[in-house]
């Protein structure tokens, strides 16, 4: 397992990084940190909108699960076909957060032992043929931050910055729910972890190399970005949603 996440993940991750640093990052390795971040979250954008949409989705339909159990809930068979139906008729499936979520951990995880390690010479070795090393490496980004070393700024953005976006999904999850017991419980914990968050980036980043602070500011700002526009994206498509929510409404009352 060790070989596949060291030469599938971290070592082509470790090329990218010095291809950046040589060809377009103009030798600053913290814009090459900064750019080949950004290239990653493109990546796994598909994955993260899927994940992102589905949840809001879960989120939309939670009344009709919570009525479903309180009506069948003497039925365990017939809950879990009405459950079933429901999950097909919003055509989602309830464990694909749980797996898209698995898919991107590894690859989020090679890149932050990259940027934790940085650039050395025994980083070098895991080089491609056809990737030159680049010589001396300059960890002194834009004339001010030292990468190597943890730097206040970084880290008081990257809070800042996690604090916004667990801000921000605790909005998504409030605007959704309301009323429902299970709902009410993720809009608290959301709200704890807008301030627990915050001081979990401040106490892990506070001694590591500010190459990581970098990773972890970009991921912010990104996910909030991304996050935004799949939820405008989401928005457009809420009519048809809560049409099929009428339409459940209505087999529900039916019965």
Known sequence: MSFIFHEFLYRPLVNGLVLLYDSIAFKDLGVAILLLTVVIRFILYPLFKKSLRHQMVMQRIQPHV??????????????AQALLALYREHRINPFSSFFLLLIQIPVLIAL???????????????LYSFVAAPGDINH????????????????GLAVIAQYFQAKWSMAQQSSTGKGDPAQ????RMGRQMVIIGPLITLLFLMRLPSAVGIYWLTTSVFSIIQQKIITKSFAKDHGSISGKSETTRSDDGAK
């Open 184 to 187: 009410d419980m993720a809009a």
């Open 140 to 155: 002194i980004s834009l004339g001010l931050i030292n990468l190597s070393e943890p730097d206040t700024i970084i880290v």
């Open 112 to 126: 932050y032992k990259v940027f934790l390690n940085g650039l050395s010479s025994d980083t070098f070795r895991d």
């Open 66 to 79: 919570k009525k479903i159990q309180v009506d069948h809930k003497e039925n365990k068979e017939k809950q």
